[in-house]
C-alpha cells in the first residue's frame, strides 16, 4: 500500500522514509499547534507543504544540514547511520550510510557538495561520497569521543575535529593521520574553521573560546564570557563573525576579524534553554547573516534577528530536544533535528 499522498495546501506531510519506517505518524497536538502558527501564511518556498516531517530515524537525532546546492539534506545521530533525504517533492530518504560503530555527533558537506565529514563517539572521523553514498576515508587519531568537526572553506581540502582527549586535530582530507594536534587543557565540545582555514576556534567545558593559529601552532588570542560548557560554534557567511551557544543559556555574536577591538562579544541572545541533558547543541547563520537560529532543550526552535536581538520565531512540534537548527542556503526553509527522533522542514518569511 502506498502511504505517500501529496499535502493540501498548508497541511502537513507525513513522509515515512525509504527502506526505514513504513508506519504512518499521528497528529500529535504538537505537530497541530505548528500547523497553527503556519496556518494562513503565504506560502514562501518550493516545499510541497509549509510543513514537512521526515521520519526515519531509529533514535536521536544530533545533527542535520542542507547541502550546499539545496537539493539535499543529512541527518544523523544515535543509531550510527546518515540518512540523505531529498528537499523538495515527498522529501524521500534517497540513501543510508553506514560505517560508524557509534553515535555520530556533528556532520558537515564540503563546499562543493559533494562530499560529507562526519565524527563519532567511536573516535573516528569519516569522509563520505555523497553521491554516490559510500565512505572514502576513515581518520583515526583521537582516543576518546569526538564532539565535533568542520571543513575548511577554501585553499586545499582540511578538517578539523575536537574531542573529549582534550585535542583540536587537523587533518588533510587525502591522509588518514592527523597532520597537526592542538593541546588543550580541556574537553572540547566545538570547533569551528576561520575564514582562511589559517585559524580554528574552539570551545570546552572551560567555557572559553580559543583561536588556534596552524602557523604557530598555539592560541593567539581567547574570547571570554560564557559562563558554561560552550556547545555549537559557526562562523558567518562573510567570514567576520563567529556565533556560538553554550549551556549557560546564552547565544553570542563575536567579531573574530583581524584588529578587531579586544572585547570581541558584540551581541548576546536569550531563550533557547539547555536542559538537564546536556545534548550539544549548535547553532547557525541565515545566508545573508541577518537571522540565527539554536537548538533548544525545551523542545522549540529558536530564530533571532541579529540586529534587533528579537526572538522572530519560537517553533513547537518536537517532542524532545532540538540539537540542530541549519537554514537553507537559498530559500527560507530550516530544518530541526531532535531527540524525538524527527525532522522538521518548515518555511519562514
Known sequence: MDLKRKAMEGALAIVPAKKTRTDVVGFGTQVNNAIELLGGIRRTSKLQAPIMLLTGHESEIYCCKFSPNGKFLASAGTDRMILLWNVYGACDNI?????????IMDLHFTTDGCQMVTCSVDKTLSLWDAECATRIR???GHQTFVNACDVSRRGPQYLCSGSDDGT??????????SIQTLQSTFQVTSVCFSDTSEQVISGGIDNDLKVWDLRKNDVVYA???HMDTVTGLRLSPDGSYLLSTAMDNTVRIWDVRPYAPQERCVKIFQGNQHTFEKNLLRVSWSPDGTKIAAGSGD????????TTRRILYKFPGHGGSVNEVDFHPFEPII???????????????
Open 299 to 306: 523542545r522549540m526552535v529558536y530564530i533571532w534577528d541579529t
Open 168 to 177: 583540536v586535530r587537523i587533518w588533510d582530507s587525502r591522509r588518514k593521520t
Open 223 to 225: 574570547m571570554k564570557g
Open 138 to 140: 576513515k581518520y583515526k
Open 335 to 349: 530544518c530541526s533535528g531532535s531527540s524525538d527522533k524527527q525532522i522538521y522542514l518548515g518555511e519562514i518569511e
Open 95 to 103: 540513501a543510508t550510510l553506514k560505517g560508524h560503530s557509534n553515535a
